[in-house]
């Protein structure tokens, strides 16, 4: 029989179930507190209000500065040349956020089908060893191949590191032709230039986005890798005005 069916095991059961219930209410209390950050120190701490982050609007994008212009015989475009809009693309190959946001400008160019285009341009941070080199490698990768081979280089890259060597074979470049441009030097200055641009337009980082309207001429900031969905609200508003 258990002990709490008797008279007797009952009353000292009863005082073990009044510590016992005090007990848990503490761990109750402290478990709480931790959950929501606060401290369970002086007594039970009020469980917070949370707010989901999802369910605050992001801030309107700026207004870029002074865009260049998007050029088809120098710039490196995805999509249709004479699409509605361009979301410029100031990227660093070795930006963890840019390999992030890489498919994210993919399926802009997919979902908008011939609407919205992606113009893919320089903007290689300092502190970053191999993105200079990168870019450099992408233009020579470009003067070999063209439009076609620039675009494969800088998925290769995004996807499988810095041998720039492999990546040129991968796509069937002259390897001899690329190695020479390469050492030459001769597209620094142009990556420079880019990011100059870049800098004039307001871009401080990146991925720095502008979406952009070549007939109007105004374009706006969307900095970083942000979801899809923060793009497409910009660009619909755009496509209406």
Known sequence: MAASDTPSAWSTG????????????????????SFQGGSAVGGIAPLAQVVPSDSLPPPPPPPAGDVPPVDPKIDHIQGDGNADLFVIEYSDFECPFCQRHHPTMQQLVKDYDGKVAWVYRHFPLGFHQNAEPAAIASECANELGGNDAFWQFADLVFEKGFDFAAHAKEIGLNEAKFKSCIDSGKFKQFVQDQ???????????????????????????????????????????????
Do not use: C, H
């Open 14 to 33: 009863n005082q073990w179930f009044a510590v016992t219930l005090g007990l848990l209410g503490l761990m109750i209390g402290y478990s709480a507190a």
């Open 195 to 241: 990011m100059n641009g870049g800098s004039q337009a307001g871009v401080d980082g990146t991925p720095g986005n502008i979406v952009y309207n070549p007939k109007t001429k105004k374009g706006e900031i969307v900095s970083g890798a942000q979801p899809v969905q923060n793009f497409k609200t910009v660009i619909d508003r755009m496509l209406k005005e």
